[in-house]
T-cell receptor, first 113, second 116 residues
Framework: EPEVTQTPSHQVTQMGQEVILRCVPI?????FYWYRQILGQKVEFLVS????????KSEIFDDQFSVERPDGSNFTLKIRSTKLEDSAMYFC???????????FGPGTRLTVT | AQKVTQAQTEISVVEKEDVTLDCVYE???????LFWYKQPPSGELVFLIR??????QNEISGRYSWNFQKSTSSFNFTITASQVVDSAVYFC?????????????FGSGTRLQVQP
């Protein structure tokens, strides 16, 4: 069964460094998302991406964040200058159509020290 | 604004007991979708069910069943004859469709512990 994959599974970085989290959505899906989950808390929406552009973003998704689909398969989330409060699990999700359920990847745990 | 409330932070049951996880939602959208996801200790989010606002039929899938009541804005999830493998955090989520939003709004989750 096709699934969303994410790399790395765990990333440790120092405050102020740039990180890129990578996702490979399910191949025939058209809508892509990033969510984050601070340890022990709810899952929060960051951004959605469709047709090579951002279609919606939350207040969390400020200028420090960017997304890109550099080729036909990868979908990346970049954090330009990480802060301690960026430490969280970051989930990528994809769906074939807006009305369908979103399928989530296994997540990347980001630890900012 | 959309909101999902899961008032039960943690539930502990003994194996074979039935357990119901509550979910209450708020939305101004007339068309919306409701979801349940399971997050086992390994951390991934596993899709369980999707329900649209026009379909109030209850659904049963094996030991799982869902009760959608629009009148009370609730979408409750029942596990019958619980098993240790059901131990996880369960999230209810909502997606409003009227304004073209794509984001899921999640509740804060209910941690279910099933003791052997």
């Amino acid at each position: 069964e096709p699934e969303v994959t994410q790399t790395p599974s765990h990333q440790v970085t120092q405050m102020g460094q740039e990180v890129i989290l990578r996702c490979v959505p399910i191949s025939n899906h058209l809508y892509f998302y990033w969510y984050r989950q601070i340890l022990g808390q709810k899952v929060e929406f960051l951004v959605s991406f469709y047709n090579n552009e951002i279609s919606e973003k939350s207040e969390i998704f400020d200028d420090q964040f960017s997304v890109e689909r550099p080729d036909g398969s990868n979908f990346t989330l970049k954090i330009r200058s990480t802060k301690l409060e960026d430490s969280a699990m970051y989930f990528c999700a994809s769906t074939p159509a807006q009305t369908y359920e979103q399928y989530f990847g296994p997540g990347t745990r980001l630890t900012v020290t | 604004a959309q909101k999902v409330t899961q008032a039960q932070t943690e539930i502990s049951v003994v194996e074979k007991e039935d357990v119901t996880l509550d979910c209450v939602y708020e939305t101004r959208d007339t068309t919306y979708y409701l979801f349940w996801y399971k997050q086992p200790p390994s951390g991934e989010l596993v899709f369980l069910i999707r329900r649209n606002s026009f379909d109030e039929q209850n659904e049963i899938s094996g030991r799982y069943s869902w009760n959608f009541q629009k009148s009370t804005s609730s979408f409750n999830f029942t596990i019958t004859a619980s098993q240790v493998v059901d131990s996880a955090v369960y999230f209810c989520a909502l997606r409003g469709m009227d304004t073209g939003r794509r984001a899921l709004t999640f509740g804060s989750g209910t941690r279910l512990q099933v003791q052997p």
